[in-house]
């Protein structure tokens, strides 16, 4: 494999400071100059199109399909991704090689400070089937509304009053140094998205690219990530599906927390579970769709049985 090593990455300005973040991790771990590595940036099909709901017109695939090409046809050697983007299920000859340590995982709530200050009926931004069902949970007059787009769109039509608050991960406002925007929403009330907070990298499995990302992987990260990933393959999940799932790494072991919901909020199921190894997630989507009330489980178990 020749230098300059070119890893790819969506051209948005928060995508850029992940994968400058990336490109300093190689530099550092093989001793490179600053000029060794040189970022591509790609438009992916989920940028051109800010108008639509990811699940109506082809979910997470959009932001990752033109990376995939990318990579399959050796334009680039390596793909940047914020892994919550990432759908469940991968091209077999693509291969995640490395994530970089986590970042805050919270959701976080932007022009008020806490949903319950929300005036009746309020209305609330977002694109998200995760955070809308966990949304009308906690408050079942909020009314939901279609927002997409990079960090500043949404701030800027939020300060249009457009609508009256919206959320944002934490994790991006802190990479682009706006930490001071927004409140966190307490974990107990919003689990996050599978992934949230990750940046992971992927290469051609089994490629001199791949083993040269790999250097750099943080394995907490990856342990995390993998098993949220892993209750998702089991549940068949996509981006249509209202699924909050967070591993935390402990001495030992590794503690799951997940909830589906179905999509107006009103029925759930959560579970809360220790376990030894990311493959033993996807048990546990098992035992949370099996103790799920009837409505999640309508919704959720289609899914599951198409994959049998």
């Known amino acids: 494999m020749q230098l300059p090593f070119r890893l790819g990455s969506r051209g948005s300005p928060l995508a850029l400071i992940q994968a400058r973040s ?5 530099c550092a771990a093989h001793s490179w100059s600053e000029d060794a590595v040189v970022i591509v940036p790609i438009r992916t099909s989920g940028d051109k199109n800010r108008h639509q709901a990811l699940a109506d017109i082809g979910g997470k695939a959009l932001w990752t399909k033109e990376l995939d090409i990318a990579l399959t046809t050796g334009q680039i050697d390596a793909a940047v991704h914020s892994m919550k983007d990432v759908e469940t299920f991968r091209p077999s000859h693509i291969s995640i090689a490395a994530m970089l340590p986590r970042e805050d995982v919270h959701d976080r709530l932007i022009g008020i400070p806490s949903l319950e200050v929300l005036p009746y009926s309020g209305c609330v931004g977002t694109a998200s089937p995760r955070r809308a069902a966990q949304i ?4 079942p007059d909020i009314e939901i509304k279609l927002l997409r787009g990079n960090i500043d769109t949404r701030l800027e039509k939020l300060a249009n009053k457009q ?9 991006g406002l802190i990479r682009l140094g706006r930490n001071d925007v927004g409140y966190d929403v307490p ?9 949230q907070g990750a940046i992971g990298i992927e290469a051609l499995a089994d490629s001199a690219a791949w083993e040269k990302v790999s250097i750099i992987d943080h394995y907490p990260t990856h342990l995390a990530v993998q098993s949220e990933r892993q209750l998702l393959l089991r549940l068949n999940a996509d981006c249509h599906s209202p699924i909050a799932v967070f591993a935390e790494i402990l001495e030992k072991n590794i503690r799951l927390r997940a909830c589906l919901y179905t999509e107006n909020g009103k029925f759930s199921a959560s579970i809360d579970k220790e376990i030894s190894q990311p493959s033993d997630a996807f048990e546990v989507g098992s035992l949370l769709l099996n103790q799920s009330p009837p409505e999640v489980q309508a919704l959720f178990l289609p899914r ?3 994959e049998r």
Request: charged share 15%.
């Open 22 to 26: 990336v490109a300093s991790a190689l």
């Open 136 to 139: 009308r949970r906690i408050r």
């Open 163 to 171: 609508f009256d608050a919206t959320l944002l991960a934490a994790a």
């Open 187 to 195: 974990l107990d009330q919003m689990l996050p998205a599978a992934g």
């Open 304 to 306: 599951v049985l198409s």
